[in-house]
């Protein structure tokens, strides 16, 4: 098979994180909004993007996720007054790790996007998949077995 | 180094007469040159039995946490780095301060025994002693001398806190500060692109026999049960698998972010030499980046800046460098 | 008009014809359209009214219109695409690239030659 | 072994026209743990539900699935029918197939394929879901309103009315706010003094409302039904007991300040109350402006005071409360002009906002009402008005529409030909809009009774000339320039949230827009309450609105209010953090990232080898934590873990959603 045609065959799976009152509420929203996005996007809700620890993260691309999203809401916005402050620090940092340590930063996104914006959750969703999409597959951190 | 040798036992044996101390915490030499082992000495009369030497190099703060935390009070020896490790665990409540009494030693360098042996002079050598910044290695029928810093740990070289930053007695002067860049190597990864990177961390990384030395001589690691120890649920597979060792490493990197106090003890206990400061000071040039300088381990009651924040920080996860 | 869009760069369709950047404008006693009706015109689709108008040559390009618009619609710089269009409707290039190191030498100033190449190059 | 149920629903076509039903049960009934999987039409409906209930009992399943809209929409509907049948409710979970994923994709195959994965990260975390309790804490029976204009007037006496001690606080020395300001109120040109003032005396009158004017919230901690504020109540110089409210005291008062209440339009005392119906009717001192305290000189108030009264050595006092609920009805500011430097505002006298217009047409404002021209008070003849100064400018001001200026600047022009009928009002708008009860009704009486003249389009700038304003507009209706020399230009500033709003968000712990109007918890559903459960909000703190809207909505976040404080006990929401002891090391990293300060640190004595041994450990309050769980996320060995999202959970839902 030529590199050409994986690339084709390629659907990446992208796990994606988000808060209950902000972003999930938005991945609603986009819902009721019929605005599609790649199915290739699975979203865990959880209450906020500061529940969200560096290992779920990790787990998810040894599980063989090929992209990961952490998506909560706009700082200042925090249902949980702080916790995507928290968040920003913890993932800004993680994210600068795994590229040092070698994984496309492209890999791991975060973003701010509130229940009000369905539009923006699906774009934002579009966008990673587009971008994982010619990344290709996650081999660096994914488990051999 | 010899003075304050005396000045170690003199004290040792001081404290413990007092009663001020039911332990004191120190180093011992073994056999060999390159031995200085930690040892616990409950009576004066066992105080001639430390040493101060330049391979005193184990953290004695570690010691605090299980062994010995149904002693009354226990004195110490600490280094600049074996200090800061201390108000790490301090940070972490896992120590008291009340119950150690802290001997400041401060340390102008230790001489890495590897280095030695690369260099050819490990054959028949019988001690090295330090005269300013010049080393004798002592043979049975020769003398060899040598510019210290060749022989240093890399650690070393690095130190920003040779004197101890809490104690209750110093022994000896204070030794001027003169550190050498220690961001170099982490400069030099930055300025790869990211599939070297991968390549060299992937060498790395396989190598890797999951023996926790690192995890366990480290002053910042103080869990009671490590969340890899655990079973339920189990975060760390066992499989020897290149993903499950990069996992242990990510996450135990990060679990240091903010908390990691540079002391090098990881990189220096690693048997098989995976250069574990690159991964804790990339952290810490980030943090230092993106949130000011922060040095772990200087004052306890600061806040990590990991557990904390400011409505102005950066968001830095938005920075995109290209694949 | 997708032309005007790709030089202009402005979203025509922001505006909702307040008036602001006639009522600012300086000159528009001399346009024979006012600049909130050539927005209007455009966003009709009939580019055609508007580059025939003596307006897009009356304005100043001061920016008032730019600076009050509370729609962050850059009027000044749809007219200089207007102007743009027409100029590049009436010739070939009249810049080649092959001609610019005789221009730069003969010391004619860079920025001239940029906007040169802005206005008459297709 | 687990004995999960999945029930999946086809909402009509909404899931099953995307989604291929047939297969997604047959996928379930593969997955581990599943005893049962079946379909209805309906799930939410009559016979769904009764399904559940019945397949629960039949099947004994101890967990159960539920594949269908999101978990926002009927988790708790769901969580209700399990408890009917005798589970605990918290051993359901939802898999969000549809607006997750039938709604969002177009390719069949591709949607089931998800449907099937989400189904199976939903049965992943539900065979690890634990039966969970809700617990009962005590109701505090009292309530705090915050800002004491109509709003929290309104919803003080509403709640006072239902038997509840409520105090209201307020910054400035009066209740009243931005109503007390105003002259006529649009449609119905009734006077507002005369239906606030009222108001203001039932308030203070009122036994069970406490006021606390020149008073301010310091703090705020604790949780629904059980908040603790701190209160600082200014130091008024004024012993409220003594006053008799004669007002000799700033009769004589030799300072002269620019008046607040007038929008700077006239001058009041270093000792003042703000205006002659203020409520309390008690003065105060202006310390910054006071000759005693600036220079220790003077002294006046205090010798001509009969009742002395006047206390210079008064000083702030900090109250401590407690409060099931607060209501939050801080109100509005106009748009700082700054940057609108065409219109000219502050550069010439006659150019005033339209609060200012307020005063100025008022009786009891400065020149008795007579409406004059601030710089020489003459009678004006022409007037411009402009709508959407600040508002709809996305570029320099705000982006939303201040929604009360169509309505009042047709009031204006209105009053205006009352007073001077030879004058002539100059509209200048974008849109009118009027939606409202007699809303157009009135806007059409200024055009054709009043013979106001409106302009399409707005001012491009406004200069003096003479002693006139030349106003440079548009009308874009007919297509011309439009130069008007005006007398008067009054422009209708945006409304913006009080300058402070973002800090007292911060302070409350509830939400605010970009624009910092704070944030109700849902926009149609649930329009008067905060995103934080026993914090209610009233009047344009939240959004701009009319006096109408603002007195409903404040008699609406009373009522909810209310029905908080008419509770004897609340349970709480049982998916709370919990310690595991034996891991936990006594960091405390979670306190410091615990947002509530509902972690502490507890004292633990346990024995080692058999010997004692204390450590410290952390210990959760359940009734403050809110369950956000960042103490999870920071805790290193896991050893604080949040209930019904635990890390065994999301490690499983990981694991399941990857495969």
Redesign the interface.
């Known amino acids: 098979m030529s590199v050409a045609a994986k690339t084709q065959d390629f659907e990446p ?1 992208i ?1 994606a994180f988000c808060c ?2 902000c972003s ?2 938005g ?2 929203l ?3 909004g ?6 290739n996007i ?7 993007s ?7 993260i ?3 691309f ?4 090929d992209g990961v999203v952490v998506a909560g ?1 706009h ?9 995507n ?2 968040a ?19 890999r ?3 973003h701010w996007i509130s229940a ?1 914006e369905g539009s923006r959750f ?1 774009q934002v969703m579009q966008d990673i998949t587009d971008k994982i999409r ?2 290709g597959p996650n081999r ?6 | 180094m010899k003075e304050i040798m005396q000045k170690m036992r003199a004290e040792a044996a001081r404290v413990l007469s007092s009663g001020e101390v039911d332990l004191v915490l120190g180093w011992e030499k073994g056999d060999l040159w390159w031995q200085s082992y930690p040892v616990f000495i409950e009576n004066e009369k066992k105080a001639e039995l430390l040493t101060w030497d330049l391979f005193c190099v184990p953290n004695l703060a570690k010691y605090l946490l299980e062994e010995i935390w149904h002693k009354k009070r226990v004195a110490l020896f600490f280094k600049g780095c074996d200090a800061l490790g201390f108000n790490q665990l301090m940070q972490d409540k896992r120590v008291d301060r009340e119950k150690a009494f802290i001997f400041a030693v401060p340390c102008s360098g230790l001489v890495d025994p590897q280095k030695v042996e690369r260099a050819g002079l490990h054959q028949g050598l019988l001690r090295v002693e330090r005269l300013g910044d010049e080393l004798t290695f002592v043979y049975k029928d020769r003398e060899k001398k040598t510019a210290a810093p060749w022989f240093y740990y890399d650690k070393c070289l690095t130190c920003r806190y040779p004197n101890p930053v809490v104690f209750d007695f110093m022994l000896g002067e204070p030794v001027p500060v003169n550190p050498r860049e220690r961001f170099t190597a982490v400069k030099e990864l930055e300025g790869q692109n990211v599939d070297a990177r991968f390549q060299y961390w992937q060498r790395q990384f396989s190598r890797c026999i999951r023996c926790f030395a690192c995890r366990n001589v480290c002053p910042a690691c103080s869990c009671r049960e490590c969340i890899f120890d655990l079973t339920s649920p189990r975060w760390l597979g066992k499989a020897t698998e290149l993903s499950e060792n990069q996992f242990y490493h990510i996450t135990r990197a990060f679990h240091m972010a903010g908390r990691c106090v540079d002391c090098g003890e990881c990189a220096r206990v690693c048997p098989v030499q995976i250069p574990l400061t690159s991964l804790n000071r990339k952290l810490i040039k980030d943090i230092d980046e993106l949130y000011g300088p922060y040095d772990a381990g200087v004052d306890p009651q600061k806040v990590p800046p990991l557990v904390t924040f400011n409505p102005g920080d950066p968001a830095a996860f938005l920075e995109s460098k290209g694949v | 008009m997708q032309e005007l869009a790709e030089i202009s760069g402005e979203k025509i369709n922001d505006c909702y014809q307040c008036g602001k950047c006639t009522a600012a404008c300086p000159v528009n006693p001399f346009m024979d359209i006012l600049p909130h009706q050539v927005l209007r015109l455009l966003q009709l689709g009939q580019v055609e009214q508007v580059l025939q108008s003596k307006t897009i040559w009356v304005c100043a390009t001061c920016f008032t219109c730019a600076g009050r618009c509370p729609r962050d619609v850059d009027l000044s710089v749809v007219m200089e695409a207007l102007r743009a269009i027409l100029l590049r409707q009436r010739g070939g290039s009249r810049l080649k690239g092959e001609d610019m190191p005789c221009l730069i030498r003969k010391g004619m100033p860079e920025q001239g030659i940029v906007s040169g190449f802005r206005k008459y190059t297709k | 072994m687990r004995r999960i149920g999945v029930f999946i629903c086809w909402c009509g076509t909404n899931i099953a026209a995307t989604v291929d039903i047939e297969t997604v049960i047959k996928e379930a009934r593969e997955m581990p743990g599943v005893v049962y999987a079946g379909d209805n039409k309906y799930m939410c409906s009559e016979t769904g539900q009764t399904q559940i209930k019945g397949t629960i009992v039949q099947q004994k399943l101890d967990r159960v699935v539920i594949a269908s809209c999101s978990p926002r929409m009927h988790e708790l509907t769901f969580r209700k029918t399990a408890a009917a049948a005798g589970l605990n409710p918290y051993l359901v979970e939802i898999a969000n197939v549809r607006e997750h994923c039938s709604w969002v994709h177009k390719d069949k195959d591709a949607a089931t394929v998800k449907a099937v994965a989400l189904i199976r990260t939903a049965v992943a975390k539900a065979a690890l879901d634990t039966g969970l309790e809700p617990q009962e804490f005590v109701v505090t029976r009292r309530a705090l309103v915050i800002g004491g204009g109509i709003a929290g007037i309104q919803a003080a006496l509403d709640i006072a009315e239902a038997g509840y001690a409520v105090d209201l606080v307020e910054r400035t020395p009066s209740i009243g706010g931005r109503m007390a300001q105003l002259d006529k109120t649009f449609p119905t040109l009734d006077c507002s003094a005369c239906i606030l003032t009222p108001k203001m005396v039932d308030a203070a009158a009122h036994p069970n409302i406490n006021l606390l004017t020149y008073s301010e919230v310091e703090e705020v901690e604790g949780y629904v039904g059980n908040f603790e504020v701190t209160i600082r109540q200014k130091a008024r110089s004024v012993d409220a007991a003594k006053c008799t409210g004669c007002g000799l005291c700033f009769e004589k008062c030799p300072s002269k300040v620019k008046s607040e209440f007038d929008e700077g339009l006239a001058l009041r005392k270093a000792i003042y109350v703000p205006f002659p119906q203020a409520v309390p009717n008690i003065p105060v001192i202006d310390r910054d402006h006071c000759r005693w305290f600036s220079k220790k000189k003077c002294g006046v108030c205090k010798k001509v005071c009969p009742a002395s009264a006047v206390d210079f050595e008064q000083s702030d006092v900090l109250i401590k409360q407690k409060y099931g609920a607060i209501v939050v009805a801080t109100g509005f500011d106009l748009i700082g002009f700054e940057i609108f430097g065409e219109f000219g505002y502050g550069k010439h006298p006659d150019i005033i906002t339209s609060m200012e217009f307020e005063r100025l047409v008022n009786a009891s404002g400065p020149g008795g009402g007579k409406l004059l021209k601030p710089s020489n008070q003459q009678p004006p003849k022409n007037v411009v008005f402009v709508h959407c100064v600040g508002s709809r400018d996305k570029s320099r001001g705000k982006p939303y529409c201040s929604k009360i200026c169509c309505m009042y600047t047709a009031k204006h022009a209105v009053l205006l030909k009352e007073k001077h009928p030879e004058a002539q009002a100059y509209v200048f708008y974008i849109d009118v809009r009027t939606a409202g009860k007699d809303f157009e009704e009135f806007h059409r009486r200024a055009v054709e009774e009043y013979a106001a003249v409106y302009l399409r389009g707005l001012v491009g700038k406004v200069f003096p000339s003479g002693d006139k304003l030349l106003v440079n507009g548009v009308d874009t209706l007919s297509n011309q320039a439009v130069e008007i020399e005006a007398d008067l230009v009054v422009l209708a500033a945006a409304l913006t949230p009080r300058h402070d709003a973002e800090g007292l968000a911060r302070m409350l712990g509830i939400g605010s827009d970009a624009h910092n109007f704070f944030v109700e918890a849902h926009p149609k559903l649930r329009p008067v309450e905060s995103h934080t459960a026993g914090l209610f909000l009233a009047g344009t703190c939240q959004g701009p609105r009319d006096i109408p809207e603002t007195v409903a909505q404040a008699g609406a976040a009373a009522a909810k209010a209310i029905a908080l404080l008419n509770k004897e006990t609340l349970l709480s929401d049982p998916c709370v953090s919990a310690v595991d002891e034996s891991l936990c090391t006594g960091c405390l990293a979670c306190l410091k990232v615990c947002p509530y300060k509902a972690i502490s640190d507890k004292p633990l004595t346990e024995k080692v080898h058999g010997r004692q041994r204390r450590r410290l450990v952390a210990e959760v309050n359940k009734a403050l934590c809110q369950g956000c769980g960042a103490c999870s996320a920071a805790c290193r060995p896991g050893a604080m873990n949040l209930l019904g999202f635990s890390n065994e959970q999301l490690l499983a839902e990981v694991d399941a959603i990857c495969l």
């Open positions: 799976l796990v209950n009152w999930y509420a991945a609603d986009a819902g009721t019929r605005m599609s996005y790649p199915a699975r979203v865990i809700r959880v209450p906020c500061s529940r969200v620890s560096p290992n779920f990790l787990r998810a040894q599980r063989g996720a809401c700082p200042g916005d925090c249902h949980y007054v702080s916790g402050y928290h920003r620090r913890r993932f800004s940092m993680l994210r600068r790790f795994l590229e040092f340590v070698g994984i496309e930063a492209e791991l996104e975060v009000s699906a010619v990344l660096k951190l994914r488990d051999s077995r």
